[in-house]
């Protein structure tokens, strides 16, 4: 069975603070597909990265940084010196053939 | 790019009316996914078609829900009759070929609300 664990239901932290949002998944696949996604207040959701699961180098887009570890089957992801407009729900999700999207991790950023 | 675009972006109606919400996937793409989202169940997939085709319907409730693609350009998802329980809010996504490694770009989703 496939299955996306995002443990951390809700995250408060201070503006300019890192905070880490936590993803663990499940699958017996080999081959398969890691995404983030976001989902600010005004509702859509916004694709951050994709990952394959042949590659495991961590990748880093500005504030943005995602470590994937399939030791752990983790695909944990880091906002740097984060900021007001980063509030928002982060969801992680897998894909083999069908999508699985965690429960999501609501981000409060306060400044 | 207009994105893809779901309407109306606010339903209210009562119980046992019928409700038909709207989605117009990013021209060019074959692939469309009706989602639903609540507090409760987190996003669930309630059916994807592929070039118009139903592929998996798993998702979809109960017979009171039904989808449709008559076209590439355009799909519409019915709950008839409605229940208070279905309250929640309805994305529609859309991709290139359906893919596994494809990301989706969803639309602006649809708040129904169920009296």
């Known amino acids: 069975a496939q299955k996306v664990t995002q443990a951390q239901t809700e995250i408060s932290v201070v503006e300019k603070e890192d905070v880490t949002l936590d993803c663990v998944y499940e699958?017996?696949?080999?081959?398969?597909?890691l995404f983030w996604y976001k989902q600010p207040p005004s509702g859509e959701l916004v694709f951050l990265i994709r990952?394959?699961?042949?590659?495991?180098q961590n990748e880093i887009s500005g504030r943005y940084s995602w470590n994937f570890q399939k030791s752990t089957s983790s695909f944990n992801f880091t906002i740097t010196a984060s900021q007001v407009v980063d509030s928002a729900v982060y969801f992680c999700?897998?894909?083999?053939?069908?999508?699985?999207f965690g429960k999501g991790t609501r981000l409060h950023i306060l400044p | 790019d207009a994105g893809v675009i779901q309407s109306p972006r606010h339903e209210v109606t009562e119980m046992g009316q019928e409700v038909t919400l709207r989605c117009k996937p990013i021209?060019?793409?074959?692939?469309l996914f009706w989602y639903r989202q609540t507090m409760m169940r987190g996003l669930e997939l309630l059916i994807y078609?592929?070039?118009?085709?139903?592929?998996?319907d798993s998702g979809m409730p109960e017979d009171r829900f039904s989808a449709k693609m008559p076209n590439a350009s355009f799909s519409t998802l019915k709950i008839q009759p409605s229940e208070p329980r279905d309250s929640a809010v309805y994305f529609c996504?859309?991709?290139?070929?359906?893919?596994?490694?494809?990301?989706?770009?969803f639309g602006s989703g649809t708040q129904l609300s169920v009296l």
């Open positions: 999700a897998l894909t083999r053939g069908k999508i699985i």
């Open positions: 996504a859309s991709s290139l070929t359906g893919g596994s490694n494809e990301k989706l770009l």
């Open positions: 021209s060019g793409h074959n692939s």
């Open positions: 699958t017996r696949d080999t081959t398969y597909y």
């Open positions: 990952r394959n699961s042949f590659d495991e």
């Open positions: 078609f592929n070039n118009n085709v139903p592929i998996d």
